[in-house]
């Protein structure tokens, strides 16, 4: 994993937490301004999403991505609107986390 590729990584992140929580505000308060908003973040991310995509592979690129945003998305939910899950759905986030960890040093603990 390159630097510039952590490093894109990591801006799609933020762009796809700050998408989230324009879409939880369009849906507590629905405008027109609020859905291009989240339309444009949802879009700017998605195209980062495709260079990523190229670099480490569409495996790789969309499981980091997505167990990531997994992670943001659930800090800004919980943080920021007061949100909670139960017993077996924080299971499922802390199975997701160590998945991300497993993909991440995979291939520095396995020969290819």
Avoid: C, H
């Amino acid at each position: 994993m390159s630097a510039a590729g952590l490093a894109q990584l990591g801006i799609s992140t933020v762009i796809f937490m700050f998408a989230a929580a324009a879409a939880k505000s369009w849906t507590l308060a629905p405008s027109n301004v609020r859905l291009v908003l989240v339309l444009a973040l949802y879009t700017a991310g998605n195209l980062i999403m495709l260079r990523l995509i190229r670099e480490f592979g569409m495996g790789v690129a969309l499981s980091l991505s997505g167990v990531i945003q997994l992670a943001a998305v659930n800090l800004v939910a919980f943080a920021w609107f007061g949100e909670r899950v139960n017993l077996v759905q924080g299971t499922g986030i802390v199975v997701a986390l160590a998945a991300i960890a497993l993909i991440t040093i995979g291939p520095y603990i396995s020969p290819r």
